[in-house]
């Protein structure tokens, strides 16, 4: 039997094509999923574009967070019977604990780069790559979990040790951004949110924050001063990057928290070092997360009743309607939905 999917013969939009090819079969270990939705994120367009700097192998099927069903099992798999709901893992080496690589040689083998990815309507994988999916949400919301969800779970509960009463600030109204905002929220947190859209901050402002800031209508760092009476912000979700960086810290308060993740304005970061020591600020870099991270958040999502903030459902087909509107910006994820 056959099945489509989406392959990446060089870098490139113009290098993309759905193509149909035989479905695979799993192998000792493996379990096979139906996918039934896969969630786009930034990284996607960037391993589109040129790799990010890895040597890629082609054909490659792009995109890493996934949510299906099982529906069939290589020899020796008993983490997962058919017709059970599963997600992927983002990096699929790393269960716990410290993250792998070293110093020297780092490890960044990820779905939809290293690995090959979800955009198909069935993949064979190694049963320790999957988890059980959420049992309240439908799939097309359980595939934004791996990537966005778990590293805003990542930055505030894991590295972050988020506590009731504590301020947090998101930059923009992204999938990372929107989830810190509901994961914060559930905590007792108090949450900012700034963005370049007002709509949008409207809608952000339904969906729980506290305060919202119009940066093109007055400095963002100022507001944080003036909405905290000069305390500044405990935790900050570092969501563009580049001197950007150096904006946070001016925000962050005394022993806060910055969590590095977005790259928009570069991967080269920079900003005051007076700051920083002064404030005896923490800056962390945030690599998503590993799968036990991901099954708590699964759990709380579950227990909380959080409901993950879809912009628009695309099909199969319509990849690259979903890469344009990623390109410009939703509030929220792309979902694309096989069937």
């Not at 379990?31 to 054909?59: C, H, Q, W």
């Not at 269960?95 to 779905?111: S, T």
């Not at 998503?288 to 579950?302: I, K, Q, T, Y």
Request: net charge negative; proline share 5%.
């Amino acid at each position: 039997m056959t099945m489509k999917r989406w392959e990446m013969t060089g870098y490139g939009r113009e290098a993309l094509r759905l193509v149909e090819v035989e479905r695979p079969q799993p192998g000792p270990g493996e379990v096979l999923v139906k996918v039934e939705a896969a969630s786009l994120n930034y990284r996607d367009t960037l391993i589109i574009e040129n790799g990010m700097g890895m040597p890629l192998a082609f054909p490659l099927v792009p995109a890493s967070d996934l949510a299906g069903t099982v529906v069939g099992l290589g020899a020796g798999v008993t983490r997962f019977g058919e017709d059970d709901r599963v997600l992927s893992n983002f990096f699929p080496g790393w269960i716990d604990g410290r993250a792998p690589g070293n110093a020297k040689v780092l490890d960044g083998r990820a779905l939809g780069g290293s690995y090959p990815g979800v955009l198909t309507e069935y993949v064979a994988l190694p049963a320790d790559w999957l988890l059980a999916a959420p049992g309240s949400l439908d799939l097309a919301e359980a595939s934004t979990l791996p990537c966005a969800g778990l590293t805003a779970w990542f930055a505030l509960t894991e590295a972050g040790s988020l506590e009731a009463g504590d301020t947090v600030l998101v930059q923009g109204t992204g999938g990372v951004a929107l989830f810190a905002l509901q994961i914060a929220k559930a905590r007792g947190a108090r949450v900012v949110v700034t963005s370049g859209n007002p709509d949008k901050l409207e809608r952000a402002l339904a969906l729980g924050a506290d305060d919202g800031i119009d940066r093109t209508q007055e400095d963002w760092v100022e507001a944080v001063h003036r909405l905290t009476n000069d305390r500044g912000i405990d935790h900050i979700l570092e969501l563009v990057g580049g001197p950007h960086l150096g904006r946070s810290l001016e925000a962050v308060a005394v022993g806060g928290r910055i969590s590095v993740i977005g790259v928009f304005e570069g991967f080269d970061l920079s900003g005051s070092a007076g700051l920083l020591l002064m404030k005896n600020a923490t800056i962390q870099g945030i690599r998503v997360g590993h799968r036990r991270a991901l099954e708590d958040l699964v759990r709380s999502v579950d227990e909380t009743g959080l409901k993950p903030v879809i912009d628009r459902r695309y099909g199969l087909a319509d990849l690259p309607a979903a890469l344009d509107h990623l390109q410009r910006g939703p509030f929220g994820k792309i979902v694309v939905e096989m069937n």
